[in-house]
């Protein structure tokens, strides 16, 4: 159930600088890394018979109750909201070893992947390392 600034019973987090909100290019990778360190925008993204667009927020209920509204529309095909994320480092896990890509990234996700990655994101590289494959992914239950 998503409702508030919640999924679930899950607080979600506002963006950490909302002047920022709505500045941020179009263009940016989407899903992985693991982990988040900023929450830039929520986005809802809108296609109507001959557009496409997004719409801006800070927070998630803004982005939520936009989008409740924009479905009841006739001429809207599709909704839906996404989280801007800004990663400072991205870590996954391949062949048996964590792997670490070093690059700044700029990615959009699914709102509730902020809960599921939020234990991983308190971390550091040096701790991330330490972790055997089960502790990995026990941070993600």
């Known amino acids: 159930m998503i409702h508030g600034l919640y999924y679930g019973d ?3 987090p506002p963006a950490t600088n909302p002047k920022m909100v709505g500045k941020y290019n179009m263009k940016c990778k989407s899903g992985g890394g ?10 809802v993204w809108v296609r109507t ?3 496409l667009y997004f719409k ?3 927070n998630y209920l803004d982005a ?6 924009l479905q009841t529309k006739d ?7 996404v989280v801007l994320i800004k990663q400072n480092w991205q870590v996954w896990w391949e062949s048996g070893k964590i792997v670490f890509n070093d690059e700044e ?4 996700w699914q709102p509730e992947w902020l809960l599921d990655a939020r234990q991983i994101s308190l971390l550091s ?9 089960i502790d990995y992914h026990a941070l993600y239950i």
């Open 10 to 12: 899950k607080p979600l």
């Open 56 to 58: 801006s927020y800070a």
């Open 75 to 81: 001429d809207v095909e599709y909704v839906h909201v």
């Open 125 to 133: 590289q040096e701790e991330v390392k330490k972790l055997s494959w």
């Open 49 to 51: 018979d001959d557009d």
């Open 64 to 69: 939520h109750e936009e989008a409740t509204k």
């Open 34 to 43: 693991g982990r988040w360190d900023q929450v830039l925008e929520y986005r």
């Open 105 to 108: 990234t700029i990615t959009e």
